[in-house]
């Protein structure tokens, strides 16, 4: 079995393709049985089924991490990747990173540490791989391998976070998007915000602006449950997103978030709100993946629209505050590592102990078997012990003394030089 993983993110590939590649979070676990398939198929060597793979599916990355004997595993998985999404091999494959063995170890690590995020050390992205994990394992996915990689890489996250300062001055997308809007808006309490979708980053968002004390808070969610039970929170009132066509050009901060796999606000949609609102300036910001908000939005003269991507720049002035923690957090992935490889390397070699064990044991018994036969018919027991250590010891030897007489040249060097520690035995 081999480690792998394989995918793109904010830093290999543009917004959108991301969102090309993204898998609804309904889609991920009938997405991970596909891939499970999809290896199988192509892997001569495992005939049972063996294969393991979870899939993490974020606005800034889409990985599979897998373990399977599959030829050629990154080919493997860029062609599965663009069967599912339905994309050109010639398209996606530059974008891809693969990354095997110890180097994706070190990646899911340091992905769930917040040291691969657009943000550094951004705390959301350990609770995504968890219910990606979580999807996995529902779905079959995890065996040994990625069960230990990934339990792993929860205490190590762990381990990062409480013994270095890695997320202290963490600056998040919602603390971006609040940045933004005041070069449009000096002041967010004069002002109408609409959070579109109810999820975890929208929450984040909400809790930022309202912070601010905005003239109003209003959530829009498919599930008017959900979205009421949120904007009760902010002192905010809900609407259903079907009611945002008439609705829109109340609002003069937007921010969404959806897993919608289709635009929820069209350009035309957005036309007919600044004729409404007499060309006063909308302030816009799309953090979903596949995007909320159609890109022909952002040519609009009076509307400033920000996508995933776009706050990247802004995030980045909060960095030299956290950099001091980086080479700490480093270290103490490359021990974790380290240590993971020594257990994949121990489950390596766990067949060849099985079989010595077996062998030996069928060894003892015979001579044991034979001891009996020798005790039966009367024979001394100091001949009977004599008999069984010798013969224990012949057989136990003749294995490697046959070897050794059998190897020519640089392998019986090898050979010779191997068998003393073996053996333990002095020149």
Same mark, same amino acid.
């Given at each position: ?223 008017? %449950? !959900? ?5 009760? +929170? ?6 259903? /997103?079907?009611? #945002?066509?008439?609705? =829109? ?119 044991? %078997? !034979? ?5 039966? +018919? ?6 009977? /012990?004599?008999? #069984?250590?010798?013969? =224990? ?35």
């Amino acid at each position: 079995m081999q480690l792998l993983a394989v995918g793109l993110n904010h830093t290999t590939a543009p917004v959108a393709l991301r969102e090309q590649l993204a898998f609804a979070p309904e889609h991920v676990a009938d997405a991970v049985g596909a891939a499970r398939a999809w290896f199988a198929r192509h892997d001569v060597t495992n005939a049972k089924g063996n294969d393991e793979a979870a899939i993490l599916s974020t606005c800034n990355r889409t990985e599979i991490y897998c373990a399977s004997a599959v030829d050629n595993p990154l080919e493997a998985t860029a062609h599965f990747l663009a069967d599912y999404h339905k994309l050109p091999h010639s398209q996606l494959r530059p974008h891809l990173y693969a990354l095997p063995q110890d180097n994706a170890v070190r990646h899911a690590f340091r992905v769930a540490s917040g040291l691969d995020s657009m943000v550094l050390g951004e705390p959301q992205i350990l609770g995504q791989m968890k219910d990606a994990v979580r999807q996995a394992d529902a779905a079959g996915g995890l065996g040994t391998y990625l069960h230990q990689m990934f339990q792993r890489t929860f205490a190590v996250a762990k381990e990062v976070r409480s013994t270095t300062e890695i997320g202290a001055h963490s600056v998040s997308m919602a603390a971006a998007a609040v940045r933004l809007s005041q070069r449009i808006f000096d002041r967010i309490s004069e002002q109408h915000v609409l959070f579109i979708g109810a999820g975890e980053m929208i929450e984040l968002c909400a809790t930022h602006f309202a912070a601010q004390n905005p003239k109003s808070l209003t959530i829009a969610n498919r599930t008017m %449950e !959900r979205g009421e039970s949120l904007a009760h +929170r902010f002192n905010g009132k809900a609407i259903r /997103l079907a009611q #945002l066509p008439e609705q =829109l050009s109340q609002f003069d901060i937007v921010v969404s978030c959806t897993a919608s796999t289709l635009p929820l606000i069209g350009l035309g949609m957005v036309e007919r709100a600044l004729k409404a609102r007499r060309r006063k300036p909308m302030f816009m910001v799309d953090l979903a993946v596949p995007r909320d908000i159609e890109a022909e939005v952002g040519r609009l003269n009076d509307v400033f629209l920000y996508t995933v991507d776009d706050l990247g720049a802004v995030v980045q002035s909060g960095m030299e505050n956290r950099q001091a923690a980086v080479a700490q957090a480093e270290a103490i992935i490359e021990t974790r590592v380290q240590s993971f490889m020594h257990w994949l390397d121990d489950r390596a070699v766990v067949p060849v102990i099985r079989d010595l064990h077996e062998n030996s044991e069928q060894l003892r018994l015979h001579e044991l %078997e !034979r001891a009996r036969k020798m005790l039966a +018919r009367g024979d001394d027991i100091q001949v009977v /012990l004599e008999a #069984l250590s010798k013969g =224990l010891t012949a057989k136990f030897l003749h294995g490697p003394q046959q070897a050794l007489h059998q190897a020519q040249g640089d392998e019986r060097a090898r050979l010779a030089a191997l068998l003393p520690q073996l053996f333990r035995t002095k020149r």
